[in-house]
C-alpha cells in the first residue's frame, strides 16, 4: 500500500494536483465478522501517518469499513 500511495502522490504532483495531507485517511474496509487489528496497518504520506477511521463521505455517500450501507442510509424516515 504504501508503494501504491506513493504512486497516487506521483501522479498528483505529474498533473500539476495537490493531495490535502489533512484530509486523507485511511479505511480498512472488512466484513463484520472479520475483525482486524489496526495496529498492524500504518500508512505514512510524506511522512505524515494517515488516520484510520470507521467511515468516509466520497461524493455524497458514506463508506463504511464494515461494508454496509446503514451510515449512508441511515434512520427510516416517519411520513406522519
Known amino acids: 500500500m504504501e508503494i501504491e ?3 497516487s ?10 493531495m490535502n495531507y489533512d484530509k ?5 474496509f472488512r466484513t463484520p465478522i472479520n475483525r482486524v ?3 498492524d496497518f500504518s500508512l ?9 477511521k470507521p467511515n468516509s463521505k466520497f461524493h455524497g ?3 463504511v469499513a464494515s461494508i ?3 451510515k449512508h442510509i441511515g ?6
Not at 505514512?44 to 484510520?52: A, D, G, H, K, V
Open 68 to 70: 454496509s450501507f446503514s
Open 44 to 52: 505514512n504520506l510524506n511522512n505524515i501517518p494517515l488516520q484510520i
Open 24 to 28: 486523507t485517511i485511511q479505511v480498512i
Open 5 to 7: 500511495l506513493s504512486n
Open 61 to 63: 455517500t458514506t463508506l
Open 75 to 80: 434512520e427510516p424516515k416517519s411520513f406522519n
Open 9 to 18: 502522490e506521483d501522479w498528483c504532483i505529474a498533473n500539476k494536483l495537490v
Open 37 to 39: 487489528d489496526f495496529n
